[in-house]
């Protein structure tokens, strides 16, 4: 009696055994949830790869625009390393700044601003773009928006004057002569292109240095030549694909083209809104982003088409003379939805239902 | 939230009106009526204004439709709390415009939006349409000093951050923040104070922090 008992005690445990068997036993077939394929990418290295693609971008920053812009992206990251260590001790989660992804936030935010700021922008919208809308929405994956964008939008509006303020470029090292200039972009759409060839002298210049970078504009958007070597190391490691940057350029290069000249159709100058303006920092470094773009690759072609819609329409029509940074956060809360509408079809179901 | 309903027996008058102004708060703990807690806090004035306004008419509809709860149908209740509200928004309306012109320049419009505050027509629904005429018009007021309290907070740091001023008064000569003048900034002041008020009820009082069902 007592040994039958005990049998079926038995019986009735060995399931239950079995079931803990199958997850975690790796003999047998194992059933655990997705992601299935591992790979030795992980977080921290992807961020710091990242980081360090853009190293030739900064030093072309500091190159032209002097020691300034060293305290000045020193300070965007010091403040989004703040930030993330603040909120996570607050919020009494385990301290990540290891993973780089503060780190990378500050970088790119400091990429993004005016030398001339004054210290207290760097550090305030670090901590808006860090806490606010990355921790305070969950933490990294989260985030709806691009931190470092909303920490630049953040500023562009708490602080107009301030943030479109241009300093020209020196080659000397020895800091900034105080002169400031407008940017391409602004002068285009203030003055017309007529004007912007008078400062830069001919076309041929004009692009020559658009593409090295010696012109007014944020300390990292300017070198496009550095930028690109820093997109193509990305390329090399397969750490962004073409979808989105090539579909959000294209978009704006055609779109400048068809709508951009005053003479009618098709009379636009593709090339200036392609090499200037923040576009090519952009649509590599920020719309890329992988919590805040679609993950389906149908999905992020749209995302860069409608990114360059909408930067053309800022451009072109609106009060901004760039218009990237907002083009690129207004998709970034229509991710969700394009996610959704692009969703792969579950093997074996029937119809449109989802 | 439901606060009246845990205390054992008849709350009194005192507890009805600090649980509106504190554990039913509308825009901190139930975040409800948002809209002019961000239209109208860009500055103390005009917050002040307001919070007057909404603690006159929702004493008013509480104590009208608390009279009335007996002879409205439940079917058309809706329809008449509205038109009782809208009757004691047009006597706020008009006593404002005779006595305040520049004021009702500036305020009039929000004024006339009392009409559509979720935070009145939930008392109206949830609380003066179940009970007696003088808990009614306590709840009216601990609600409406609540909204107040709350408008008062909101606009202090949007005003002294945007403009650098408190009630029209220039203190620090400066700009600091532009952001919280905009309605950006008014979601960002309303977001982190009710974080901070959340945190106080969970850090002091043991409380689980408000959900908020959101509306108008």
Redesign the interface.
């Given at each position: 009696m007592q040994e039958e008992s005990n049998k079926a005690q038995k019986l009735k445990e060995q399931p239950k055994e079995q079931g803990k068997g199958q997850v975690f036993n790796t003999q047998g077939l194992v059933v655990s949830v997705s992601p299935h394929i591992r790979s030795e990418e992980t977080v921290s290295k992807i961020m710091w790869t990242v980081s360090v693609s853009l190293s030739p971008a900064f030093v072309m920053g500091v190159y032209f625009f002097g020691p300034r812009a060293i305290l000045v992206t020193a300070l965007c990251i010091l403040g989004s390393l703040l930030s993330e260590v603040l909120i996570q001790r607050l919020a009494g989660k385990e301290i990540a700044i290891k993973d780089g992804s503060a780190f990378l936030t500050g970088l790119l935010l400091g990429l993004n601003m005016p030398v001339t700021v004054p210290f207290y922008i760097p550090l305030l919208s670090a901590f808006i773009g860090v806490a606010?809308t990355k921790q305070l929405f969950g933490g990294l994956g989260y985030n709806i928006f691009n931190p470092a964008l909303m920490g630049r939008a953040?500023a562009l509006?708490?602080?107009?004057r301030a943030m479109t303020t241009w300093a020209v470029p020196t080659l000397s090292f020895a800091g900034l002569d105080g002169k400031t200039m407008a940017t391409p972009l602004g002068l285009l759409k203030e003055e017309g292109l007529a004007r912007l060839l008078e400062v830069f002298g001919d076309k041929a210049h004009l692009y020559k240095q658009l593409l090295v970078g010696y012109r007014g504009g944020s300390l990292g958007e300017t070198s496009i030549v550095a930028l690109l070597i820093g997109a193509a190391f990305l390329f090399y490691f397969r750490y962004i694909s073409w979808h989105i940057p090539i579909s959000f350029l294209t978009t704006v290069a055609v779109g400048a083209w068809a709508f951009g000249g005053k003479a009618g159709v098709f009379s636009g100058e593709p090339i200036i809104h392609l090499l200037s303006g923040g576009l090519v920092l952009g649509a590599f470094y920020m719309a890329t982003d992988y919590v805040t773009c679609p993950a389906v690759k149908k999905g992020q072609i749209l995302f860069g088409v409608g990114c360059g819609v909408l930067t053309l329409l800022i451009r072109l029509k609106a009060g901004y003379p760039e218009g990237v940074m907002f083009a690129i956060l207004i998709m970034n809360c229509l991710t969700p939805l394009i996610d959704r509408s692009f969703r792969a079809k579950v093997f074996g179901a029937k119809g449109k239902k989802t | 939230m439901g606060a009246i309903e845990a205390t054992a027996g008849r709350p009194n008058s005192l507890q009805i009106v600090i649980s509106g102004i504190f554990r039913e708060n509308a825009i901190f703990r139930m975040a409800i009526s948002l809209c002019p807690a961000i239209a109208v806090t860009t500055g103390l004035k005009t917050g002040f204004l307001m919070g007057i306004a909404v603690v006159f008419v929702n004493t008013m509809v509480n104590v009208t439709v608390s009279l009335m709860r007996k002879v409205i149908h439940p079917r058309i209740r809706m329809p008449i709390y509205m038109l009782i509200i809208s009757g004691w928004v047009t006597v706020a309306d008009l006593t404002l415009a005779a006595f305040s012109r520049d004021a009702y320049k500036q305020m009039g419009l929000y004024i006339q939006l009392i009409v559509a505050f979720a935070s009145i027509l939930t008392r109206a629904e949830n609380f003066a349409s179940k009970n007696k005429v003088i808990p009614s018009f306590f709840d009216g007021i601990g609600i409406g000093t609540g909204f107040f309290f709350a408008l008062m907070v909101i606009s202090f740091f949007r005003e002294l951050l945007g403009k650098g001023a408190l009630w029209g008064v220039d203190i620090i000569h400066a700009k600091p923040l532009l952001i919280a003048l905009l309605p950006t900034g008014g979601f960002f002041a309303t977001g982190l104070l009710m974080g901070f008020f959340n945190w106080i009820d969970i850090r002091f009082y043991g409380g689980k922090g408000a959900g908020g069902a959101g509306g108008h």
């Open positions: 606010i953040f509006i708490t602080w107009p | -």
